[in-house]
């Protein structure tokens, strides 16, 4: 079967609703790519899921419309090569940064944000240890 690029209009009030529409259409088998734009409320869905199967998940809750069903688009290679020398020219004028530096900083950032999961400690069971008193 082949990909398919299915649009639905799905009326959802705010992101906390969005985020609830995508998780129930994601629970389908043969989804590989799904994106909603909030500004006019169209849910893309990009795969090999059948479009009925995506409509009535969803309109269980949100009132949900089929806009349209086609084949996913690729871009063609004759603009793709076009369009390279352009892009070419421009990365040769910006200088390479250290990713290095950056990615330490991020690692810092994370480990302050959930030092729980970050932190390690070191358990030492009561069997292991001679001193100890266990009674039975």
């Keep these: ?3 398919k690029k299915i649009v639905v209009t799905v009326d959802v009030a705010d992101d906390n609703e969005k985020r609830k529409a995508m998780m129930v259409v994601s629970v389908l088998s043969g989804i590989n790519f799904m ?5 006019t409320k169209k849910m893309t869905v990009i795969g090999t899921v059948d479009p009925v199967k995506v409509v009535d998940k969803l309109r269980k809750r ?3 419309h089929v806009i349209s069903v086609g084949p996913k688009e690729e871009p063609k290679k004759a603009e793709t090569k076009k369009e390279e ?4 020219e421009a990365k040769k004028e910006e200088p390479k940064k250290d990713s290095g530096e ?3 900083q991020l690692v810092k950032l994370y480990q ?3 030092p729980h999961l970050t932190t390690h400690y070191s358990v030492i069971s009561r069997e292991e240890d001679p001193n ?3 009674i039975c």
């Design 1 to 3: 079967m082949a990909e």
């Design 35 to 39: 994106s909603m734009d909030m500004k």
């Design 62 to 64: 949100w009132n949900a």
């Design 85 to 88: 020398p352009k892009k070419t």
């Design 102 to 104: 950056h990615i330490g």
């Design 112 to 114: 302050a944000y959930n």
């Design 132 to 134: 100890s008193c266990v």
